[in-house]
């Protein structure tokens, strides 16, 4: 595990180079997309408190909600309106709006600046899943933060995987010292797992080394698409 003796250089490394890629304070490394949906949201909700989620978000994220024990709402798929009101009706502690960017089966994308506002008007925490965004859509290839205009600010919790474009397995949480801090001190599916192989941590450097040089990568993807 990363907290026995399974955190390595090229995991730090990595961190250090997606947080700054990303503009972000820190990033923390989990084994799969899976396990950092699940460790974030369950590190950070209790029964107190309300995740509301797009009705087409990926299984991982759903399913993060449920286990967290928060009071699990899902709004329609890319509804403000519906948002809107069952955050108006929420007397929840804390709030986290978690929403896919690109949706993996239609391929279309959340309203992700429309979201940010209303978070922030009803006091509520934004996390992006940008499994399908990071790595080749952005003009850095920096995924769903970068394209729609975001700051850190109005989405604090940013996640993307790494098995996608990178070509690689594993994902990252990135944000705040605070953030990272809290996931390794409670996520479980950071704690109790087997870290990623530090021979994969170094080949996701370099692709995403890749990502930042060669630009005519996504170009290729777009003239395809």
């Known amino acids: 595990s990363h907290l026995g003796c399974g955190h390595s250089a090229p995991h730090q490394a990595l961190e250090e180079e997606l947080a700054a890629f990303t503009g972000r304070a820190r990033a923390l490394v989990f084994s799969s997309g899976y396990a950092a949906n699940l460790g974030v949201i369950t590190s950070l909700l209790t029964r107190q408190d ?11 994220l759903l399913d993060g909600g449920l286990l967290s024990g928060a009071a699990f709402t899902r709004f329609k798929h890319n509804c403000t309106t519906d948002l809107t009101e ?9 709030k986290l709006v978690a929403v896919d960017w690109v949706f993996s089966m239609d391929g279309d994308k959340a309203p992700l600046f429309d979201l940010a506002q209303i978070s922030a008007q009803h006091r509520a925490w934004l996390m992006v899943d940008d499994a399908h965004g990071f790595g ?3 003009p850095r290839g920096a995924g769903s933060l970068d394209a729609a205009g975001v700051s850190e600010q109005q989405v604090p919790i940013y996640m993307a995987t790494l098995g996608k474009a990178l070509g690689c397995a594993g994902a990252f949480i990135a944000g705040s010292e605070d953030l990272i801090e809290c996931l390794i001190q409670f996520a479980r599916t950071y704690i ?4 990623l192989p530090p021979a ?5 450097r370099a692709a995403l080394q890749l990502v930042q040089t060669e630009p005519q990568r996504r170009l290729q993807l777009q003239e395809n698409i």
């Open 136 to 138: 080749c859509l952005g």
């Open 86 to 94: 069952r955050l108006a009706k929420s007397s929840a502690r804390h």
């Open 192 to 195: 109790y797992t087997t870290a």
């Open 200 to 204: 994969l941590a170094a080949a996701t």
């Open 50 to 60: 309300g995740i509301f989620e797009d009705s087409l978000n990926h299984a991982s």
